[in-house]
């Protein structure tokens, strides 16, 4: 199977996030196969993290994630790309770690690792539980994939999960004075939100803040007595911060839950490649006992999440190269 195959194969198996049993059998018996000693770390049944390792300690580990968003897409290519869920973000990486591996392998170079865990795109529960694997401990690098164009991402920015809840008293619509919207109520809630001038950062950039879901009511013809939202906001600066400009915009009109959240991140460089600053969250502050943190993949994030989902086949070979190059390099490293 080549690059490409392997790429297309990836895509074919449905994995949307809390489904990711079938790509987990399949690439771990792919890996066993590779001659990788392979161990498989349970979140939930059916839900494992993989670990795969040669017969020396793991010096640096490839990783990225086997979830997706949904919904499914089946691959299909072109003489340029391939399309389809999950072939930038991330199966085409893991593809192309796999096939660094190889590289590294035929030079007699073993000290590394794959870590391929589930749950990425909602909350990175298996990366946190992959942080408590012992193994971590013998480890110094980290090369983390997401869609950075082959750049060496050199930051990250923060995210923060915030839902917003507001009670009202509900009531026949033809007599709204007796009632209470609970619905207008978080409307100028996130009005005002809209309207905060967030910070900004020279490195991270701006802060910027989506209103993902809203959801309320029963009928028309009743006043809604709750009402929430779901927001999900990009940090170029410290949680701390943030959390007080949430605060001091709500002003107590609405009940705040801060469900998650993680700074910004600047990561370790590596002289020779070209380099960015990335926008969207990844698994990296979950996997801190991993050692340094590295960020680099094929593709572009313009394309990930989107129904035209693709990889760019040229991309994907240098991807290849590249990790092969930048294990190299970190091998090299001092302790």
Known sequence: MDLFQLTRQLVDIPSVTGSEGDLTQFLSNFLRDLGYHVELQELDKDRLNILATTKSSPKIVFSTHLDTVPPFIPSSEDETDIYGRGSCDAKGIIAAQI??????????????????????????????????????QEC????????TENKLAVGTKGAM???????????????????????????????D????????????????????????????????????????????VDIEQTKRIVENAVQGRANIEFASA??????????????????????????????????????????????????????????????????????????
């Open 161 to 191: 999960r915030v839902l917003l809840t507001a009670e009202g008293r509900a009531a026949h619509s033809a007599y709204p004075e007796v009632g209470e919207s609970a619905i207008e109520k978080l409307l100028d809630v996130l009005n």
């Open 99 to 136: 096939f660094a591996g190889q590289l590294l392998r035929a030079e007699d170079v073993n000290e590394f690792g794959f870590l391929f865990t589930v749950d990425e795109e909602i909350s990175s529960k298996g990366a946190q539980l992959a942080n408590r694997h012992p193994l971590a």
């Open 140 to 147: 110094r690098f980290l090369i983390n994939g997401e869609p």
């Open 262 to 335: 993680h700074a910004p991140l600047k990561l370790f460089s590596v002289r020779g490649f070209e380099e960015c600053v990335v926008r969207f969250a990844t698994d990296i502050p979950y996997l801190s006992n991993w050692g340094k943190a590295l960020l680099l993949g094929p593709g572009s994030i313009l394309d990930a999440h989107t129904d035209h989902e693709r990889v760019s086949k040229q991309e994907l070979k240098a991807a290849v190269d590249l990790y092969a190059n930048l294990a190299r390099q970190l091998l090299k490293e001092k302790e």
């Open 193 to 236: 939100l809209r309207n905060v001038k967030w910070p900004e950062d020279e490195v991270f950039g701006a802060t910027t803040c989506n209103i993902g879901v809203i959801n309320g009511g029963t009928r028309p013809n009743v006043i809604p007595d709750k009402a929430g939202a779901d927001l999900a906001i990009r940090l170029a």
